[in-house]
């Protein structure tokens, strides 16, 4: 390896500053942010990074491996014999058939696809399995295959320009879907093909609401790719929202509510940046959206409504870091009106991250087993709720340890 060439944290026996360094540049953070989001400066960091500092406590590894997403726990520590999945999940059983029906190019004439209306009732109930599955992931993964393949064939198949967009429509649906699969899932190129080509037949389609889903997912992968790709997410909620905008009068109530999804995607985007007038400015805007749906309306992709108001002040009040205020949120908020269980526990994830910034570390090891409760699989591709575990299996109070242990162990991420 020639001298001046950067050392890959992934391969190379080298120190855990200089790693931390190397994932911290890769997410596109300066010292001074990742320093401000640990409540330090960017001297500290420094410090850290160039070994004037000891390696931290483990809960501030964990906290730093949170910020940084790493996808494995040892990828920040060097110690090569933990190995702990962190905003990486394990990797489904199904995952290899989604990716081989992604990854398929199909030429010439296959079978005759299903019908339009066959296929959207597929759909639907592939949502709803989504919503109301304890496992997910494990039902979603077992339909994608075939849909995504019917999906193509109709697309292929349409026989005029109208059937083609309606067709494309149905497609981008199925790449929505797709994409809440393989999210946290250990195949990151995996998760872009899927958004891309979900957006590439969202506007194929030329439907609006179609658009607007897709780029919901969209802005969500860019802003979980870190700090460096904030502006992207932000551009793609803004330009739809301006497309979106001169047809809400008349709109359908799902138009409406990805809308309001969007508005809230933007909120959650400038809490991750630490603007708290923005974040909240972009919640009011949404929750202004949500008070004119019907009040028992849930949108079937976003999970948007009034009811999901509540979680997403939570979330906004975690991201910014501020503990009270999580609290405060998570009291005015009821989980019991969130019809989705994965929604529900991720919910409850937020909650435990509020918690947790409060300083009650028991409510929050309470909250996640809830959240195990609703949607164990929810649970285990959620590295925040791993990285709370785990600190607390640490913990010196025996009892709590004890508990978070039990957890860590029923969420897969100790041995029995």
């Known amino acids: 390896?020639?001298?001046?060439?950067?050392?890959?944290?992934y391969t190379d026996p080298i120190a855990f500053g200089q790693r931390l360094q190397i994932l911290r540049t890769r997410r596109g953070m300066t010292r001074d942010q990742l320093g401000g989001l640990m409540g330090h400066s960017g001297s500290w960091v420094k410090g850290i990074e160039t070994g004037r500092r000891g390696v931290p406590r483990l809960e501030v590894?964990?906290?730093?491996?949170?910020?940084?997403?790493?996808?494995?726990?040892?990828?920040?520590?060097?110690?090569?014999?933990?190995?702990?999945d962190l905003f990486t999940g394990p990797g489904h059983a199904r995952l290899p058939a989604v990716r081989a029906a992604v990854d398929a190019f199909p030429l010439g004439v296959p079978d005759r696809a299903p019908a339009p209306e066959h296929l959207a009732a597929r759909l639907a109930a592939a949502w709803s399995s989504r919503h109301t599955s304890p496992h997910h992931r494990d039902v979603v993964g077992s339909l994608l295959p075939d849909l995504i393949r019917d999906g193509q064939a109709a697309v292929r198949q349409a026989d005029s320009g109208a059937e083609r967009r309606a067709a494309q429509a149905l497609l981008s649906e199925v790449y929505s879907l797709a994409q809440f699969f393989v999210a946290y899932q250990p195949d990151a190129p995996l998760l872009w093909r899927v958004a891309e080509r979900g957006m590439v037949a969202a506007q194929e389609s030329e439907d609006p609401h179609t658009i607007g889903v897709a780029a919901w997912l969209t802005a969500q992968a860019h802003r979980d790719s870190g700090p460096a790709h904030f502006d992207a997410a932000d551009q793609v909620t803004t330009d739809v929202l301006r497309?979106?905008?001169?047809?809400?009068?008349?709109?359908?109530?799902?138009?409406?509510?990805?809308?309001?999804?969007?508005?809230?995607?933007?909120?959650?985007?400038?809490?991750?940046?630490?603007?708290?007038?923005?974040?909240?400015?972009?919640?009011?805007?949404?929750?202004?959206?949500?008070?004119?749906?019907?009040?028992?309306?849930f949108h079937p992709v976003t999970s948007f409504s009034r009811a999901i108001m509540g979680a997403h002040a939570v979330t906004i009040a975690v991201e910014l870091h501020a503990g009270g205020e999580s609290v405060r949120q998570a009291a005015r908020a009821d989980a019991a009106t969130i019809p989705s269980r994965p929604r529900r526990a991720r919910h409850r994830i937020e909650e435990?991250?509020?918690?947790?910034?409060?300083?009650?570390?028991?409510v929050a090891l309470a909250t996640l087993a809830q959240a195990h409760e609703a949607a164990p699989e929810t649970i285990r591709y959620n590295g925040y709720a791993k990285r709370i575990v785990l600190e607390e299996a640490e913990s010196r109070v025996p009892e709590r340890r004890?508990?978070?242990?039990?957890?860590?162990?029923?969420?897969?991420i100790l041995a029995a």
């Open 243 to 297: 497309y979106l905008e001169p047809l809400l009068p008349d709109a359908t109530t799902e138009v409406r509510a990805i809308a309001g999804a969007l508005q809230f995607e933007a909120g959650y985007t400038a809490a991750r940046r630490g603007e708290s007038g923005t974040a909240w400015r972009h919640w009011d805007t949404a929750r202004t959206v949500a008070a004119r749906l019907p009040a028992a309306y």
């Open 402 to 412: 004890r508990r978070a242990s039990d957890l860590a162990v029923r969420i897969g």
């Open 1 to 9: 390896m020639p001298s001046d060439a950067t050392p890959d944290p």
């Open 352 to 362: 435990a991250r509020g918690y947790q910034l409060d300083g009650q570390p028991d």
């Open 61 to 84: 590894v964990l906290h730093l491996a949170e910020l940084l997403r790493v996808r494995d726990l040892a990828d920040l520590t060097g110690d090569q014999s933990v190995h702990v």
